[in-house]
């Protein structure tokens, strides 16, 4: 079984201050975990993933989240907003198997970002 | 951005009528995915092929029904629209995925779908 959960629904920054979004999980097998971000109306873009490699993992647009084990966590963060972050993010777990379907989604965290 | 094209983007109907949603897809990924969007729920999968003629029921199946019949094309099908499936539907390719990485999904832009 996996799970995971967006701590925030609606987190709000000023342009140029620093953004986490966070995200817990759980996973009874050996999980991937990626970031997705989605603007207005388009499809979800991959913003990073993790598998079982570097636990400190970068993605676009200065993004990156660490993988904590002993935390169940996957925070992300970005050192300094900018408006055009301005979307809704999603935590997503997988199973790292040969299983297609396993693709458990949080319920997303809305990023407002003030001028 | 990966070869993915939903049809129709947006879609008025009425209750009771047949719909079917067309994924496409030009990166011939093995796997390919079905999901409804909603507020509040993130996304839902509904159904997903895993090749050719090859399909199996997501955690939101009940009323839709799906087809594979190439590499390239998943059709998603209502076979009688009702109002609780007025939603927006992402199709989404994976290719194959090992013990140590479960390869990313890459999403179309999704299909609006209104049933009045």
């Known amino acids: 079984a996996q799970s995971v959960t967006q701590l925030d629904s609606h987190v709000s920054v000023s342009e140029g201050t620093p953004v986490l979004l966070r995200c817990n999980y759980s996973s009874s097998y050996s999980p991937s975990l990626f970031w997705y971000v989605q603007h207005p109306n388009k499809g979800l873009q991959l913003l990073l993933k993790?598998?079982?490699?570097?636990?400190l993992v970068k993605g676009i647009n200065g993004f990156e989240a660490e993988f904590k084990k002993s935390e169940t966590s996957f925070h992300l963060t970005k050192p300094s907003a900018h408006m055009s972050d301005a979307a809704e993010y999603f935590c997503v777990v997988r199973r790292a198997s040969t299983n297609a379907g396993k693709s458990t989604f949080g319920d997303g965290t809305t990023l407002t970002v003030k001028p | 951005d990966a070869g993915i094209t939903q049809s129709p983007r947006h879609k008025v109907t009425e209750t009771g009528t047949p719909v079917t949603l067309r994924c496409h897809q030009t990166?011939?990924?093995?796997?390919m995915y079905w999901y409804r969007q909603d507020p509040g729920h993130g996304l839902r999968l509904i159904h997903y092929s895993y090749g050719v003629k090859d399909t199996d029921k997501g955690e939101v199946s009940d009323g839709y029904s799906v087809s594979r019949s190439k590499t390239e094309d998943f059709l998603l099908t209502l076979e009688s629209a009702t109002s609780s499936q007025t939603s927006v539907y992402f199709c989404?390719?994976?290719?194959?995925?090992?013990?140590?990485?479960?390869?990313?999904?890459?999403f179309g832009e999704g299909s609006r779908l209104t049933v009045l």
């Open positions: 989404a390719i994976s290719e194959l995925q090992d013990r140590e990485d479960a390869g990313e999904l890459f």
């Open positions: 990166e011939n990924h093995r796997y």
């Open positions: 993790y598998t079982s490699a570097a636990t």
